[in-house]
């Protein structure tokens, strides 16, 4: 989710291994089996339970159609400056073919259908009545001091151990050398840095004259709160907005936002009401490219010509949260230059769009993430095209593919694959198997719609579970 602040969400893995068995009738595809629910970020597992040379060979052609179309809602906050419609514009314009461009698929449509104010938008957010609103905001960080932080250290510390250790230190300075040794010195250095940048944001104005935080007081501004909002709307799969969202759940300290400014540039997380993007939705800001607060600028400086803000907002923001929702790559700190996903220290938007200019073409350890998800597209087609074979033997390279750290949750996308080898069964009038991999979907996501709605149907056709 954040880029220095372009934000990431990605809720508790598991991880899980996918066995490969033989199918009497369906030579070429195999079952899956979870064994395992330990959060270990070792990959051998899911390799060794790849199955063997059964399968023909499957390939995964680079240029593909990727059909979305993305309604876009645009949220004003009027103690910033505003957005005008023809910056919107050109930003998906950039958005759409910087996506094409770096990820050999078709660009995304975006239909631009509502303008509305951040109350209104918020109030979408049913913060009583919904388990992930409170849970989010259970985590919320009220800006009284470490001490909040002391309950969430082990939740926390297990969020950090996603990524290597070594990929997080870049963002250690220097004269901190013992928070580089392990994943508690790195947590404890990070938690006093929040700490303080939080304290500076609280004696930050807005243009207006109010206070751009008040974290004691309201989660308006928090990265919670519409994170909440941004999951629980039922209209829009892309906001973008003007406001400033500051990072703030404890239990999910996002590194580049945590020990750089605490600020969010784009959000990319679950939505179960929108389908365009695989049940999710994403939010991107224009604050960082158009504050007047010198240190939470991300121009050096120099203020941005239109042309500047639709890129950085088109090619640098809404681009990476599309990649996150769409392919599931998280937020690197270590990939190449010319990585759309990856954060580095003190780099402003300015600095990494412009070395996104300068390498053109993709990033080469993206790629395992955009190959999986071409495996699954590959796999959906064959199902409206009725070859359930076909699409199961796509499915199982889709399974073993996908990778375990994966943005918005490595259980929640093997869900999606289960339920998609339930409907290949029910075609081939497997209805055993099918019960059982729509039972395996609802285990692995039980949140999911669609888990839900097929284990229903399942059941109600054939009987108690
Ligand atoms: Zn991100
Ligand atoms: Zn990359």
Redesign the pocket.
């Known amino acids: 989710m954040l880029k220095k602040s372009r934000h990431s969400l990605a809720i508790g893995l598991a991880f899980i291994t996918w066995s490969a068995s033989s199918v009497a009738q369906v030579p070429v595809s195999r079952s899956l089996h979870v064994q395992t629910s330990s959060a270990s970020t070792s990959s051998t597992a899911t390799k060794a339970a790849t199955p063997q040379a059964s399968s023909p060979p499957v390939q995964a052609k680079q240029l593909r159609q990727l059909s979305l179309e993305l309604q876009v809602g645009v949220v004003i906050d009027k103690a910033f400056p505003d957005l005008d419609n023809q910056l919107i514009s050109r930003a998906l314009e950039n958005a759409a073919k910087s996506f094409q461009d770096r990820f050999g698929v078709t660009a995304p449509r975006f239909v631009v259908s509502s303008t509305m104010s951040v109350d209104r938008f918020l109030a979408k957010a049913p913060v009583e009545s919904s388990e992930r609103c409170r849970k989010n905001l259970q985590h919320r960080y009220r800006g009284t001091g470490l001490s909040e932080f002391s309950s969430r250290r082990d939740k926390a510390i297990q969020f950090l151990k996603r990524w290597p250790l070594k990929s997080l230190t870049v963002f250690v300075d220097a004269k901190n050398p013992e928070a580089k040794k392990n994943y508690g010195n790195l947590y404890e250095y990070l938690a006093k840095k929040y700490v303080n940048t939080v304290e500076q944001l609280k004696s930050a104005r807005t243009s207006t004259g109010t206070p751009l935080v008040e974290p004691n007081k309201t989660a308006r501004r928090s990265f919670a709160m519409w994170f909440c909002a941004l999951s629980e709307q039922t209209d829009y799969d892309v906001i973008i907005t003007n406001t400033f969202i500051m990072a703030d759940i404890m239990t999910e300290p996002h590194p580049h936002a945590f020990m750089g400014r605490a600020k969010i540039g784009g959000i990319a997380g679950p939505n179960q009401h929108r389908k365009a993007l695989g049940r999710s939705a994403l939010l991107a800001t224009t604050f960082g490219i158009d504050t007047h607060i010198d240190w939470l600028s991300e121009l050096s400086g120099t203020p941005a010509t239109e042309a500047e803000r639709a890129s950085i907002l088109g090619d640098y923001l809404l681009a990476h949260e599309i990649a996150h929702a769409v392919f599931g ?1 998280p937020d ?1 700190f270590d ?2 230059s010319e ?4 954060s580095r220290p003190d780099e402003t938007y300015r600095q990494g769009l412009k070395l996104l200019q300068e390498n053109i073409g993709a ?1 080469p ?2 790629r395992k993430w955009v190959k999986a998800r071409a495996y699954l597209d590959k796999a959906r087609a064959e199902l409206v095209r009725d070859r359930p074979k076909t699409a199961l033997r796509y499915l199982a390279r889709a399974s073993s593919r996908t990778p375990k750290h994966f943005h918005g949750g490595y259980k929640k996308r093997m869900s999606q694959i289960s339920y998609l080898v339930s409907q290949a069964y029910q075609k081939l009038k497997r209805k055993k198997r099918a019960k059982r991999f729509a039972k395996r979907a609802l285990q692995l996501d039980p949140k999911s719609t669609d888990a839900i709605k097929l284990w229903k149907v399942l059941t109600s056709t054939t009987g108690s579970p």
Not at 339 to 342: E, G, K, P, R
Request: positive net charge; hydrophobic residues 35%.
């Open positions: 790559i690197m990939h190449p990585c759309l996903m990856t990033c350890r993206c």
